[in-house]
């Protein structure tokens, strides 16, 4: 069974009684009373959403390590691998010596990393239980003592409380939002902040359910994949980690996108694909550029004109309000930083002062540009994911660019194959005729130029991509090294990668 000396129909008894030992003589921080009230108070909340006893069990035992002399390890040895998977799920990362308001927000933020990462649906309902048990005691004190209710705790400041819990309700609504305990708990966040949440949100609302079983996948993107639903509708299916505040977040990029003058398509609704978002599309008879240039490989050249004609577009947009779209900058120190975070300290150095040196600008750029993310509807390009748009230099587009279509091949030519729907010859070609008709020139040096630098952004990229296997091989480390010593030498031709 994975434990030792517990059973199935004694594994909710035991985790009690270890509890109430572990939990004698402690109290909750505002009201006093006897601790071991609050883990009962998640168990019987987990009860009304789960009979899974392992789910419950680990209710019981959430705080344990965190506020007694319990381990993980024990907990494993006695309850089980996955009760103390879900105990882990909760607990927070101890910074021994660091005051605790001072660590509040990192000790937060890294917990809520597990919660939207991990997969169990037992972690999100543990996590709802105990955060809905916490805001019940708040919203009791705050209804007794009000705003100096904040005083009494660590942190201070009851922002980020509010930012807390909402992420919280945000990161679990998808799964959890039809139980009574997620519309108590949005109703405990609009009593304390008012209006953080829309009223309908506490009550039962059942997302329109629609199923992909059969439909055709005609597109992807960084955040999900697109089908055709039926003759007129298309459907944007979210990956798991991404929350309804995330497919709102893009629908308010789209439309101002759309105001700017981008070609870009509006959702007219959100459902549900079944444990993930999708945002429905009305688009007849649109098809990706992918799929026209792999069905008329003889008419590249067309495609990569109306490409580049649709970059130049975008980077020919300056936006004086950046509100909605940030600087591409953070996203580039985010590739820098996963390629050489354990690299030689001068080559680093180096990487990040060319990449520094590129040109900030209001420059909107879309951040993911290749040809499964654009459609062509009543022959006009059109797109359909605009989650990575943000302001800077158009060489992060370029390098993108070279990356899909060239870069890619460095690892294996078939992963540009498998994504593009067309051959690693064509992809050249399609990139090459690209550069042409998106500089709008043949000159040799220019276009040596504009790719080296592109092909340097988009080594670091790969390289971070190669970093995110779980071991690398002998050939890994090889293909690394070698990647490393060519932006090197790239960087050192030129005193800026921008363009």
């Known amino acids: 069974m994975g434990k030792e000396g517990v059973d199935k129909m004694n594994l909710l008894e035991e985790a009690i009684i270890y509890s109430t030992v572990l939990y004698q003589g402690k109290t909750r921080k505002i009201s006093g009373s006897p601790y071991i009230l609050h883990p009962l108070e998640v168990a019987q909340i987990l009860s009304t959403m789960t009979d899974d006893l392992e789910v419950i069990a680990a209710g019981v035992m959430h ?185 709102e977040r893009e629908s308010a990029l789209a439309r101002t996108a759309f105001v700017l003058g981008l070609p870009t398509a509006i959702s007219f609704g959100i459902v549900s694909v079944g444990a993930r978002y999708g945002a429905m599309f009305e688009l007849i008879d649109a098809q990706t550029f992918s799929d026209l240039i792999a069905r008329n490989s003889d008419k590249v050249d067309y495609y990569a004109q109306i490409m580049a004609n649709l970059a130049k577009h975008i980077h020919s947009i300056e936006v004086e309000d950046n509100t909605f779209f940030p600087d591409a900058k953070i996203q580039l120190e985010g590739w820098v930083d996963r390629a050489i975070d354990d690299e030689d300290e001068e080559i680093g150095a180096d990487i990040r002062r060319a990449v520094n040196a590129i040109d900030g600008t209001n420059t909107l750029v879309h951040g993911d540009f290749h040809t499964n993310n654009v459609f062509l509807s009543e022959n006009e390009p059109l797109f359909i994911d605009v989650d990575r748009m943000s302001v800077g230099n158009p060489i992060i587009d370029i390098s993108g660019v070279y990356l899909f279509y060239v870069g890619f091949g460095r690892i294996d030519k078939k992963k540009i194959e498998d994504f593009m729907g067309f051959s690693y010859e064509i992809a050249l070609r399609f990139y090459d005729s690209f550069i042409e008709c998106y500089l709008e020139s043949k000159d040799k040096d220019l276009i040596t130029q504009i790719n080296d630098k592109a092909k340097a952004l988009a080594y670091i990229r790969l390289i971070g991509q190669i970093k995110k296997k779980k071991s690398l091989t002998l050939k890994d480390n090889e293909l690394i090294g070698d990647l490393v010593n060519e932006v090197k030498e790239l960087i050192d031709k030129y005193k800026t990668l921008g363009i």
Not at 83 to 91: K, Q, R
Not at 166 to 184: F, H, P, S, W
């Open 63 to 247: 705080d344990i390590v965190e506020d007694t002399d319990g381990t993980i390890e024990e907990i494993r040895k006695r309850f089980g691998e996955r009760v103390a998977m879900l105990v882990d799920s909760e607990t927070e990362n101890d910074y021994p010596g660091e005051d605790k308001a001072q660590s509040w927000k990192k000790r937060k933020s890294q917990s809520l990393d597990k919660l939207k990462s991990l997969n169990d649906i037992g972690v999100k309902m543990l996590w709802l239980a105990d955060k809905l048990s916490n805001i019940r005691s708040l919203a009791g004190s705050f209804g007794e003592y009000g705003d100096k209710v904040w005083e009494k705790l660590n942190q201070k400041d009851s922002n980020c409380h509010l930012w807390y819990y909402k992420t919280i309700a945000e990161y679990v609504e998808m799964d959890l939002n039809k139980t009574g305990a997620y519309k108590e708990f949005i109703d405990r966040i609009n009593y304390i902040w008012p209006g953080t949440f829309e009223s309908w949100k506490t009550k039962y609302k059942k997302y329109k359910e629609v199923s992909i079983e059969g439909c055709k996948k005609i597109g992807q993107g960084a955040k999900g994949e697109i089908y055709r639903y039926d003759e007129e509708l298309i459907v944007k299916v979210y990956n798991e980690k991404n929350t309804y505040k995330d497919v």
